[in-house]
Every structure is written in C-alpha cells, then in structure tokens.
C-alpha cells in the first residue's frame, strides 16, 4: 500500500509536502545527488532586480547545532536567472518559486512584473526577512503595514501563487500574518532565519564580514514550530513551515501542528539527500500509523 | 600531522590533485568539514590533517572501523600542462601534493616540491617529487624563509598552504594554480557561503569554481587570512 | 601574577563578572559542589508576591543544544522568601538579586516594597520576560509604555540596584532597553529564554503541558549575544549578557560585545560547577593574553 | 535490559536503595540521564538500561575505558522498616530492586520479589530474593497479569515501574513507597523540571524530594503516562 502524499498549497499542487528552502538549493542545478521524485517543489535563491555581489567572506559561522549566514543576496539578477536558469525550471517535474526581494515595495512589484509570465516561474515567495541586507529586507518583515504594502504590490503584477515569507524577530507574527493574508498573500511561509553574532576572539570582532549572520538549523526548529503553529492559528491561507528540519520526525512535528508543508534548508548541507529523507520517512511514518494519506494525519490547531 | 584513511572506492579511483572530500559523521558538528584528498590508494581515500578544532579533533579521536560520510570528490583540481611542474606547500598545505606529483608525472613533468613550514618538526615526512627542497622559518632545516622564496623557476607551478603565502605566490607567478582555503556551509555549490572575492570583482564558490585558482585572478586582500591553514604554518 | 576580575554594575560591586541566572540556581542552597568564591553574585528564582503552584508536568523538553522548560514561575511567595531564604542570603558573601514577577505593574510594585531593606537581598530582577505565564510575564516584555510602567513602579519603592531582564521575542530590543532606561533602570539582562514548541508524535499535541515553552541554551547563544549587543549599543546603562553560555569563551565573547558581567544559566544543569569554570576560564584567558585586569579585555561596541 | 557499570568510589560506597545517578558524557546531549543505582560493587557503579533514545542508545555504544560523568549519588532512596519486605518492579522497574534487596535484608528483613514484564523475553534475569515471583502479560512465565496482582501481602512494599503500574500499587498499598519517573532537567534541585504533583495540592521535586514517595501522597492522573519506562513493560 502506497500513501498518498500530495498537498495542495496556496494555489499550487503539489506531490509531496517537502520542498527545498529558499537559498539552501541554489537555483537547482548545483547537487547532483538528491532524488529528485521526493522534491515537492523548489524555491530559488534570493534575487533582486538587478545584479548583487553579496557580501565579503567570512560568510558563515558554525553554531551550536546551527549555522550564521551572511551571504547578502548575492545573485545574478532577473536577466540573467530568466536567461539562463527558468527554462531549466521549465523541463522539470515539480514547481519552481522564486524569492523575491527589493528595497521598496515598487522594487518587489517591479521585479514581479518582470518574472511574471515566465515560463519555468510557478510561483512567487516574498522575502521580507532577510536579516543580511543593508536596505528592505527584515525592516519590510516586522512592520506589518511595510509588509502588507510590499505584498499587494507584488500581488498587483501577478496571478501566479503569491507565498510570503516571515521573520521571526517580531514581538507578534500573527499580526504580520494576517496583515499580509488581507494584502492578498495565497500562504505563508514562516519562519527566515533568527539574527545572531559570533565573535572572534583572535581580532576582538564579529567573525562574520557583515557582523551578523542568519541563524539556521535545528537549533531554532523549536521557536519555528512555535510561530508557524502561532501564524497557523491566526490566518485562514496555508502555512509552510521552516526551520531546522532535519529528519521525517521534524517535518511531522509541523505538519501535525498545522503547516501544509514544509521547507528543508540547512539539513541539505548536511546531505545532500536530506529532502528525499524526509519525504519518504513521512509516508512510512503514515503507513506505520495507519494512515493512507497525508491528509489523515491528526492535526493540533486550536483556533485563536 | 596525521593521516586518517577511509573506504571510498568512487572517490578513490575519480579524485584528481586539488578536488576535496566533505566529511561528516554521528555525534559530529552540524556541518561537514572539507578535507583535501592527500593519498588514493586502491579503494582507499587518505585525507591529512591537524587538530585545529572539534571537527578535526574529532576525527583524530576516531577508532578502526567508525563510519564517516565522505562526500566527493567535490571541486576544481589542478591542470596538468607543461613538463616541469614546481608544488609550493606550506604547513597543512602539503595536503594536494602527493596527488598533484603523481598527477604530473603521469603528464609526463618533471617535480620538484618545495615544501615550507615554521620548524623542521613541522616539516611533512612524505614530500616526494624528483627533487625535493625545504624552507622553514627558523632555519631549522633546508632554506631559511618562505618555500616561495626558496623555489626556483618554473611553468607550472601549484601552490597550497595559507592564504598570505599563496598571495606571495601570486606576486612571483601570476599563472600559479593555487588551492585556497575558505569556511564552507554545503560543498555542493548552492549556499555561496564559500565566497572567494575575485580581481575582476565580485565572488565565486570555492567549493565549484575553486578550490584551485590561477593566482592572479583572487583578491588576496578580502580573503579571510585566521583560517585553519594559517594556524598550521 | 593574579587578575583583577572585579566589575561594577548597576549599583553592584561584583568580585566577579559571573553571576548564576534566575531559575537556573534555585535560592542557592541547592546546588552542593558549586565552589562558591567564583561566584560573582546570584539571581534567585522567579517569584511572584503570593505563592504559585506551577505548570503540571511535564516541564521540561530537550531540543537541539538546548531545552524548553514551563516551569509556570512556582514559588512560595514573598512572605516564605523573607522568612526561609533573606536570612541564608544576609550571611553570604556575594550578593543575591530577586527575580521579581507581577501580573500588573501596581503587584510589582507591592512586591518590591515588601521586599525593598530586608537583609540579604542587594537588588532585584525585573522580569518582564517569562514566556510561561498566562498574564503578565511576555506582554510587559515586548511594549515599551508597558516596560516602562512597571520599572517606574518598581523604581519608585526601592533605592536598592534594579536591574530589568529583557525578552528576545521583540523586532526592536533597542526600543524597549531606551525606554527602561529612561523609566530608571540600573542595569539591563540580556536575554531571557525564547519561546518554543515540541509535538508528541504519539499523542498528537505538545509536549509540554503548558504546550509552549522557554528556550534555553547553547542554540540561542548567537541570538543572545547579538541581542545584548544590540542592548549595550542602545544605552548607557550597564548591560548583563545571558544566553547558552557553557564556557568562559562563550563568556568572553559577550564581554568583547560590550556586557560588563554574564550569568550562566542551562549550562548549570550540565554541570553544577560551570559557574567556576566560566570565572577561572575567564581568568586564565586574560592572563594568557597579558591582561592584568577584566576591564583591559578590548570591546567592540560601536555606538548606534 | 543491559548492565554498565562505572568507576566511582565514593557513590558505590555511599548510595542507598532508590537513589540515582545522572549521567552525562561528551558529544551527548545537552542535559544528563538520570539512572537509578542497579548495583554498587567495590568502587564500581551499575546502571542497568534499554535503548529508548539518543542518550541510552549512546550509553550502549560505550566501550570499555570511556568517560562519563557521575553524578550523585541523588535524590531520597526507600526507607527500610519491617521484618516482611514485598519488592514489586514492571520492566526497568527492576532497576533499584537489587539494592533494596541488599539493603532490606541488611534491615532484618525477608525478601519477596516479584517482577512484571510483557512477555518471559523481558524478564530481568538477576531477580534476587529469598523468594522471587514472575508475572507476564502473556502468561509465557509465571502468573499471568500483572505483578501488582500477582504479588502476596505485606507490611513494607518498595516498588518501581511505569507510572500507571505504581498508581495500581498505591490502590492495593497506600502506604507503600514508590520510585516515580519524571522527566528532568537539572538532578539537583535548582529546575523544577521534575515536578511530581501532590494528592495535597502543589509539586514537589522527584530528584529531591523524591524520587521514592508514599504511594497516595501522588496524584497519579496527573503525572505522564508515556515517560521510557512505561516504554519497556
Ligand atoms: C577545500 C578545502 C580543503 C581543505 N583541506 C584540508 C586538509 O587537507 N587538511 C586539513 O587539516 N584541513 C583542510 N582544510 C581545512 C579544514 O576544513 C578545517 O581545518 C576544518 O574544517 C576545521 O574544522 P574544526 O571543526 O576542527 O575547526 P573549527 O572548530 O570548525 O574551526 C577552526 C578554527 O577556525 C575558527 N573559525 C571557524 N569559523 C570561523 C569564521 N567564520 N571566522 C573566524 N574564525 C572561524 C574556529 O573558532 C577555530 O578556531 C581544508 C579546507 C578547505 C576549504
Ligand atoms: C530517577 C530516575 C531514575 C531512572 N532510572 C532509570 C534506570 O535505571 N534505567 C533506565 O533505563 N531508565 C531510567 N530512567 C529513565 C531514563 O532517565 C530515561 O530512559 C532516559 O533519560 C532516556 O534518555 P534517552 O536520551 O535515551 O531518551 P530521550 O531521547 O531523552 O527520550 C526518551 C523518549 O521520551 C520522549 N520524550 C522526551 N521528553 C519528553 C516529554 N517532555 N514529553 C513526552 N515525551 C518526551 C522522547 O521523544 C523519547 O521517545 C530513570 C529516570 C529517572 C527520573
Ligand atoms: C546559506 C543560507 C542562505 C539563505 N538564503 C535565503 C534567501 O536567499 N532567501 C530566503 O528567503 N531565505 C534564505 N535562507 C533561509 C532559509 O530559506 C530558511 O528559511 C532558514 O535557513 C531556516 O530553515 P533551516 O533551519 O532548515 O535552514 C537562507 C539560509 C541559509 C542557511
Ligand atoms: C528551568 C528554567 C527556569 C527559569 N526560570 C526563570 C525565572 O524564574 N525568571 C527569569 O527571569 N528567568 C528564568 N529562566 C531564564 C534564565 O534565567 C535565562 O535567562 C535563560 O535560560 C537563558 O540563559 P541560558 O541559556 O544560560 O539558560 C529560566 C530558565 C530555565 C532553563
Ligand atoms: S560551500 Fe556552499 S557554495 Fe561552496
Ligand atoms: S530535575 Fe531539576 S529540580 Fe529536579
């Protein structure tokens, strides 16, 4: 018997409840390893409008069972990623979104417009969390009319499935989330990276180049199972969860409390197979259990 | 320094000199850490290496028989031309060159290896080339100073060891191969934590497009100089 | 050659920079091993003006370098801490701050008035942090007229060192140190524990019985140190860093960021005698530096 | 069920029928293991064990000269009074059963033991008393229930097992003293973690107060039902 594993999300199917996080899969093409029938979908790197170099090296920190990133959006720009990697995208079998970001709400839209229509491009997931970048990004995060206001501008250009993705560095994410949901956003996506700082104690500074870093891995998975289950409750749209998703276990833990699907970043590093992993580990787990599709799982979500 | 070797048939038969293993294993750090590949030995993949770390001490603690997850081999190798071939390495540095002797003999060069380090007891035993020279600081052996000093001339030359002594070797030999060093998140290419700042500006991945460079294309300047390779020579 | 490890905070003369964290040391006369001398002052458990039960089990999960705990701030009240602790306290040779809780600024208030001249307690704690209290507790944390409110009101009954404790789950910890500052703090702690999930994947719902919980250790260290960071640079007022910190490097680290003593938490759950550790560590890293005294060790504090 | 056992003087002399140890060892996890006392020979220290998680299922991978970290011994053990001592254990429940043997005799004592497993493969085979019962779900050995059912009457019962087997105990035995499980973070005293509730209202620690109560002085309805040892029997 063989467990039904497809989910719907914010107006894309998909045929499994696991994608790739935003940032930690490149634009798809770059491992060769991962089985690619466990991949529910895909989202890109971070792009802006125009060209970025990121930031200077150090880029990344180990932490106690996590990691600090400061990659700063480096990226190609929309040109060269609809040149070179959407008709990729287009042959393949499971959706690619990208992850959009700008310094104004009229860059977002601007970008938009630009990527729209484009064939490979299934979806959009608004970034508005990004700690690494000087201009937008985290500000857009934990200002709910900033967010709602970069939303509708993106939702403006679009019909694709519009997802935005939450920071955690909010006294409230159910107030951002429902102030995107009422923009016009088909799901959410929670949580980006935590904000942290390693220092040096060689050079007396931040070892990261750009001073502080993105913290990701399982070392925030209990704070993500908490604000995407907090932004489940407050908002009718779906919700993805993120963060430090490692093994099927984990996964299950935010589907059980209320996430749709889930996004596995950080734990690709670690193997490269980690996403097919939790794919089939999810529905053996379902099948050990009785259930003969992912729909059945039990949920705990007790309305706010 | 010590040498660890680990079953890997795949790698063992694929790896050229340069390319690089990532290695994780239970109860380890979170990320894998990169190691280049020092001896190919049947099915045998031999990496060398120091404790600098948890990682690397860690797998100097490992017993016959533990399991490590050896990823690769990942990365750019060096590039064979020319028919006299001068490897400058320095402290851990050493790793790449036995493969890249091999390698250049089997293209039909030459080897002379110079082989740098603090003191002679940091001086790597296994330095094997058809002329072998040695540089260290303290004059305890061979030439006293830097092995980029101590080298002569030469078309092909291939460097590894700390960032400021392959920024040396970029002033003496701009064509230079150089296998750098940088902090690394996946190995595979797709988090960009590896960023190597490029002359012509802006970045690329140690991991992909690296680790080996040709000595003038890398901003010396922006790369980070307290790696572990610095803290072996 | 000895180093001078004495630091000044907040209206405290501490022998050194490591003090024990609220509910992470009882009233400190639990803990047997604990070579006391290395203690620099200590903060006794959350209490609230009449004693409270608790939250049922259990209270307590692991998670990746770290753990969740929903202790529910349990105590006896002010009366049992005067009568059975306050008198130990008066007879030790390092101070003991009270964590003080309260359900509206005006309790808080009534406890430190009840507590404000009784021997053996130099100071109190505001906790404004506790994520594991149905009133009060997060919501006077992550407002800044709320911070406010109940540092003044503490502030007006006691000429003793207030020190105010701050949460990480705020989008601007700069806004809420300014603005207990300015109420009259003495000092700033940085940071109290984040909040977090765990699902029981054979019962379907949360582990913990409170379902949410504090999170503590190692994994918030980055988070923490760039908190406090964050702090240091808001204000002028000394500031206490707190966070997963297990080693005197991880100590160190806060001390370069710009906090002028740390208190050790979690780590002493591991081991009983981490306080020491920390302080002798500390020690011996500045003499292996050449520094003769704890105010030598260079910071990295840009002003904002 | 397995046995390892540890170099610790001063606890082996020292610890009574009951108490615990908490265990923590490098690249474990973050917070020690709490393990009652099985047996304390000479300088040596035994804990008796079965894979439940990542702590247990690391213990079982020690080998011989590893280091742990030993703390105690903790917590209030059983008292020993009466000439006629009933020992009642479900699965690993048999853990502090061997001491409180040793101890009850030591007493004056006659010893009854009787231990309750799912089926005759998880029987403990060390069962030790002057006369030893066994009861198993399956009936495959000895009485077929519980031990709870199975065992005679008498003034002293010490018993130890799943949460739900002590609440059954504390029916038929109000006053008998019972080892709970809790959860726990510290061992020591300082968390609060381990909270056991009362039948008189509040908590209080299992790692000092207890972990041995008075078998009505729990409210069994509220403690967790699901902890490791409900796990093994
Ligand atoms: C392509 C490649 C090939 C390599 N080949 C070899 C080899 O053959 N042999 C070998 O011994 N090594 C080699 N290295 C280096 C090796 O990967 C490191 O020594 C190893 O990762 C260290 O791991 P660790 O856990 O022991 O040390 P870690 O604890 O990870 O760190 C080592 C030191 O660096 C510090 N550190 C870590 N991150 C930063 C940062 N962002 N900024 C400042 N300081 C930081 C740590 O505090 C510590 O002092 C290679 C590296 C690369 C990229
Ligand atoms: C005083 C005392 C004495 C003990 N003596 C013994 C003994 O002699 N022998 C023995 O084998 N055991 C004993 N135990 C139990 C033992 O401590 C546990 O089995 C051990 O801690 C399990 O650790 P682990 O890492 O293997 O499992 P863990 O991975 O820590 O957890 C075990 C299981 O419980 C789950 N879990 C963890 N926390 C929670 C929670 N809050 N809510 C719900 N589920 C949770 C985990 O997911 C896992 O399935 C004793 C416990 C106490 C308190
Ligand atoms: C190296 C790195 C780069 C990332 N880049 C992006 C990005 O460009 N856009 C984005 O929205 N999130 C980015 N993220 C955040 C991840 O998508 C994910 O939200 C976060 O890492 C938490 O999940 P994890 O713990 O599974 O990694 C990045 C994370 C890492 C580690
Ligand atoms: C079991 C437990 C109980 C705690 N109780 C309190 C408390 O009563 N009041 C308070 O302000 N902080 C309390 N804290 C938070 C700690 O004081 C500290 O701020 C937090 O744990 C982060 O530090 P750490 O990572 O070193 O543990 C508690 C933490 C733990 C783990
Ligand atoms: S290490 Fe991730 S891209 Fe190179
Ligand atoms: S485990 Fe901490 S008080 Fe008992």
Known sequence: MSVDMAVDVGGLKLRGPVLAASGTFGYGTEVPLLERRALGGMVSKGIFLRAREGTPPPRIVETPSGMLNAIGLQGPGADVLVRDYAPKWATWDFPVLVNINGESP??????????DGVPGIAGFEINISCPNVEQGGLYFGNDPRAAAAVTEAVRKRTNLPVWVKLTPMVSDIGVIARAVESAGADALCAINTLVGMSIDLNAYKPRLSFRTGGLSGPAIRPLALHLSHQAARAVRIPVIGIGGISCAEDAIEFLVAGCVAIQVGTATFVSPNAIADVHYGIASFLQSRGFGSLADLPRYLPRD | MFVIGMRAPEIATSVRAGQFVNLGWEQGPLLRRPFSVYRADGDQVEVVLKAVGVGTSQLLGMRIGDRISCLGPLGRGFEMTGSRALLISGGLGVAPMLLAARDARAAGAQVTWVHGARTAADLCAEADGDDVLWATEDGSRGFRGTAVAAAPDAELVLAC?????????????????VAVETYMGCGTGVCLGCAVPLMRGGYDRACKEGPVYRAVDVEWAALPAHLPYAATA
Chains 1, 3 share one sequence.
């Open chain 2, 161 to 177: 060891g700390p960032n400021r002594m392959l920024a040396a070797v970029a002033e003496r030999w701009p064509n230079a191969q």
């Open chain 1, 106 to 115: 009229a860059e977002y839209g601007e970008l938009t417009a630009r990527l």
